[in-house]
């Protein structure tokens, strides 16, 4: 059963009356993360292990969100009959299981002083792990009830992307960005389910560019581009972008599964996409199981009647298993890549494209299982 914004508020009431809007002197910069190369942000508790075994003693804990050296990817010395993947990574510290560890870099920015000449607003990327948020408005997403009622602050991390429309100096002298979730779209087109705004350290963002949404072979037939997606259970989730018979694009991808008795499944079939937006607020799932996720990236949505999509994701590293709610969850720069490639284009003016009500046509997507 898909749940509704008023369930989602029924369950997250709880937390309506615990939290007070954060003052500006309250803002936080971004923290000192460790330097390297290659980071990983955990996305869940782990405990060390002295080698990529899952049979080996624990060692030392490591929290959620804590952000570790990553010294290479190895594959598990004993196979984990819990998981598909076998990927580990090591650290200075010990060994982590990767599905958990977000592959993350630190590269903050010089903010912008002030906005763009003639612009209203731009697109930015979390270019940090995590940058903490301050909510403007008063809370409506489950996701900033929760958060706010736990006594913490709203965070963004790596990869996620934001629509910037004003820009000012903290108390503490940092520059600040405002996000607005129903920014920079056409009119009419929402967001976000909640309409909330939030203020942030600038040096977090990364503005981006229009060659970064450059259409990838715009000059191939679009009747000829499809997607695939082999959602096969017990085996590697993929998915694949052909041109004709040519497949000119592959990754890992994570579809829904079923659990405990319940359908998460993605739907099979082929289907016509109808709306492909940078950036958007996800709500969903079902009754007590239910998910609710800000600036979800280079989102192409193509199960009209469930809310199904091909979309990034930040929170985990499982790719190739099946986990999701119902969604094809990529890498966020294979999404990337993906929104490039499919049709019709995004651009900046077209960042939240209505397929269905401009009448246009999109890149079709087929959800199949390998048969033997």
């Known amino acids: 059963m898909t749940i509704s914004r008023r369930d989602f508020l029924k369950l997250a009431g709880g937390t309506a009356g615990m939290m007070a809007l954060r003052p500006f002197s309250r803002m936080m910069p971004v923290p000192a993360f460790p330097k390297g190369d290659r980071l990983g942000r955990l996305t869940a508790t782990l405990d060390y292990r002295s080698a990529p075994r899952i049979d080996y003693p624990p060692t030392t804990k490591v929290y959620e969100d804590s952000v570790v050296q990553v010294v290479r990817e190895v594959v598990a010395e004993t196979k984990d009959f819990n998981h598909i993947n076998q990927r ?102 929402t967001g976000g389910s909640f309409s909330e705004i939030f203020w942030g350290d600038g040096s ?46 592959f990754c890992t991808c994570s579809p829904g599964y079923v659990v405990n ?11 016509t996409p109808w709306r492909k937006s940078i950036s958007i607020h996800m709500t969903g799932g079902s009754t007590g199981a239910g998910y609710d996720t800000p600036a979800v990236s280079w989102t192409y949505l193509f199960g009209a009647e469930t809310g199904i999509a091909i979309h990034a994701a930040f929170w985990h590293n499982h790719f190739g298993e099946h986990i999701s709610h119902g ?7 294979d999404s990337k890549w993906i929104y490039r490639w499919t049709n019709p284009e995004g651009t900046f003016k077209q960042s939240d494209i209505d397929m269905t009500s401009q009448k246009l046509v999109g890149t079709k997507v087929i959800v199949q299982e390998r048969k033997y």
Request: charged share 25%.
């Open 88 to 189: 580990w990574i090591e650290t200075p510290d010990g060994y982590l299981y990767a599905g958990y560890v977000q592959p993350v870099k630190n590269l903050p920015n010089e903010p912008l002083k002030q906005m763009p000449d003639g612009q209203s607003g731009f697109w930015a990327e979390v270019s940090v792990p995590y940058v903490e948020m301050t909510l403007e408005t008063a809370p409506g997403s489950p996701w900033a009830k929760d958060i706010l009622g736990r006594g913490a602050l709203p965070r963004l991390y790596y990869s996620q992307i934001v629509w910037i429309d004003r820009i000012k100096a903290g108390d503490s002298g940092q520059t600040l960005y405002r996000f607005n979730e129903e920014g920079g779209r056409p009119a009419g087109v």
């Open 204 to 249: 977090a963002f990364r503005p981006l560019i229009p060659d970064e949404l450059k259409p990838i072979n715009p000059d191939v037939d679009p009747k000829e581009k499809k997607i695939v997606v082999d959602t096969t259970p017990n085996l590697l989730a993929t998915l694949s972008c052909f041109e004709g018979e040519h497949e000119v694009f």
């Open 261 to 271: 008795g319940e359908d998460k499944s993605t739907p099979l079939g082929e289907f």
């Open 327 to 333: 969604c094809v969850n990529v890498r966020p720069e």
